[in-house]
C-alpha cells in the first residue's frame, strides 16, 4: 500500500498568512493527489484534484502543486473559515490512502 | 446538482452487521464509481472500498473479510455491508462518488460526499 504523510500535523496561523501544508508519498503517483478539507463536524469537500487543479467552487486562494512523491497544499491567505483539517488522498492506487491530516487553527 | 443521501442502523452491539445505504439525487448514478470511508472519533479518513455501476469492487484488505459493498441501479442507490463488528468500527461513515476513475485522460477524485452517518457499536 501507498503510504502518505503529512507536515505539519498542526499549525496555527493569523488571517492574511500564507500557509503550506506538505504531502510525501511512499512511491511516486504521478499527479494522482487530491485535497480535501473538513470543516469541524462535517463531511470532507474536494479543494484540488491532479494535484494542481482547482475544483469548480473553490476560492483562488487555495492552490496545490508537486508531483512523483511530494506534493503541497498553499492557502496564500488564510480566512477565517479555513478553520479544518486538511487531507491529501492518493488516486493512483488502490487502496486508496489518506494522509493523517494537518489541522488548521487561527490565531 | 448531485447529492448523496445516507441512512442505516446507528447503534450495534459487538458481532452485529453494520447496513447502510446512500442514495444518489440529481445525477447519474451509472458511468461512476461509488466509495465508502470512514472515520473513527478524533481519526482521520479511512477508505474502506469501491463499486462501480456495473458491481465490480475493489476492498482495503484489513476489512476486506467482512466487507461487502454493492449498488441497486434501478434505485441508484449503494449499499455498505460490514459484519462482525467491534467497538473499532466505531466511526462515521460516509459514501462518496469517485469521479473519473474510468475514464481515460481524467484525474480521478471523490468530487461529492455524503453528509455522514455515526456509527456506535457498544455492548
Known amino acids: 500500500d501507498i503510504q502518505l504523510t503529512q507536515s505539519p500535523s498542526f499549525l496555527s496561523a493569523s488571517v492574511g498568512d500564507r500557509v503550506t501544508i506538505t504531502c510525501r508519498a511512499s512511491?511516486?503517483?504521478?499527479?494522482?493527489l487530491a485535497w480535501y478539507q473538513q470543516n469541524p463536524g462535517k463531511a470532507p469537500k474536494l479543494l484540488i484534484y491532479?494535484?494542481?487543479t482547482l475544483q469548480s467552487g473553490v476560492p483562488s486562494r487555495f492552490s496545490g502543486s508537486g508531483s512523483g512523491t511530494e506534493f503541497t497544499l498553499t492557502i496564500s491567505s488564510l480566512q477565517p473559515e479555513d478553520l479544518a483539517t486538511y487531507y491529501c488522498?492518493?488516486?493512483?492506487?488502490?487502496?486508496?490512502?489518506f494522509g493523517p491530516g494537518t489541522k488548521v487553527a487561527i490565531k | 446538482q448531485v447529492q448523496l443521501q445516507q441512512w442505516g442502523a446507528g447503534l450495534l452491539k459487538p458481532s452485529e452487521t453494520l447496513s447502510l445505504t446512500c442514495a444518489v439525487y440529481?445525477?447519474?448514478?451509472?458511468?461512476?464509481?461509488w466509495s465508502w470511508i470512514r472515520q473513527p472519533p478524533g481519526k482521520g479518513l479511512e477508505w474502506i472500498g469501491e463499486?462501480?455501476?456495473?458491481?465490480?469492487?475493489d476492498y482495503n484488505s484489513p476489512l476486506k473479510s467482512r466487507v461487502t459493498i454493492s449498488v441497486d441501479t434501478s434505485k441508484n442507490q449503494l449499499s455498505l455491508k460490514l459484519s462482525s463488528v467491534t467497538a473499532a468500527d466505531t466511526a462515521v461513515y460516509y459514501c462518496?462518488?469517485?469521479?473519473?476513475?474510468?475514464?481515460?485522460?481524467?484525474?480521478?477524485?471523490?468530487?461529492?460526499w455524503g453528509k455522514g452517518t455515526t456509527v456506535i457499536v457498544s455492548s
Open positions: 462518496a462518488r469517485a469521479f473519473g476513475v474510468s475514464d481515460l485522460g481524467v484525474y480521478p477524485r471523490m468530487d461529492v
Open positions: 440529481g445525477g447519474s448514478f451509472s458511468g461512476y464509481h
Open positions: 463499486i462501480n455501476h456495473s458491481g465490480s469492487t
Open positions: 512511491q511516486g503517483i504521478s499527479s494522482y
Open positions: 491532479a494535484a494542481s
Open positions: 488522498q492518493q488516486l493512483n492506487n488502490y487502496p486508496r490512502t
